[in-house]
């Protein structure tokens, strides 16, 4: 339960579609190619790609400069 907490922040069409290949956390993501596991998803456009990339980008440290 405790890694899918960070999903909690997602539109249900944007958790499911990661569901579906089998991402439940940030964690998850990491070293895969989400993106095009996602070009051939159903409902899964433009905005739900968009919507995932910002979620992806907020969980990533921060660098300093």
């Known amino acids: 339960f405790g890694q899918r907490m960070d999903m909690l922040e997602l539109s249900a ?3 499911n579609a990661l569901t579906r290949i089998g ?3 940030r964690a998850d993501a990491r070293g895969k190619d989400i993106f095009a596991l996602l ?7 433009e905005k739900t790609l968009d919507e995932i990339r910002r979620w ?10």
Do not use: D, K, T, V
């Open 13 to 15: 069409r944007a958790s």
């Open 56 to 65: 992806l980008e907020r969980g990533m440290p921060q660098q300093a400069s």
């Open 39 to 45: 070009r051939r998803e159903r409902n899964c456009g």
């Open 23 to 25: 991402i439940e956390s």
